[in-house]
């Protein structure tokens, strides 16, 4: 499947994507689980987060937190409070020092805390989705708040493409420990 551009496409694989991931996560080893990831030898992982996030704690909040801008944003906006999705004073070209103090605010979060936190998030952001109609998530100037993108695109970044970047970046981790 590609991209989803229709609700129902959304919500099939943001669930599909979200199930994936918890099913991938069910499978890591008690080594897999204490072994901190290290991606420093692998000249093709050069962005940001693969030297950030050192564990599935640090992945899985990185995904809450999305969420969190997600639900923030869209609740402000239908407040008439208008923000940006990235919240000052970050941007589109500052957003890797937001992701990093939503990993330095994590560090003393459990793993416990971060599954559930994820859980309730994700739930939330479903649901969220599931409240707006098909045009409205994915027709451009519905919302002037959305600038020139879909309102769907947003949803779709922080859930299906999120949890594939996660899924991807777990395996990567599981392969690193089975050749060291």
Known sequence: MGRPTTKSDLISAAGEKYEKLNALITTLTVEELSTPFDFSGDEKKKEAHWERDKNLRDVLIHLYEWHKLLLNWVHANQMEDRQPFIPKPYNWKTYGKLNMEFWKKHQATSLEEAKELLHNS???????????????????????WVGGSTLGSYFVSVTASHYEWAVKKLKAHQKNCKNG
């Not at 739930?123 to 002037?144: C, H, P, R, T, W």
């Open 122 to 144: 994700h739930k939330e952001v479903m649901d969220l989705a599931q409240s707006f109609s098909n045009e409205e998530l994915f027709s451009k100037g519905i919302y002037d």
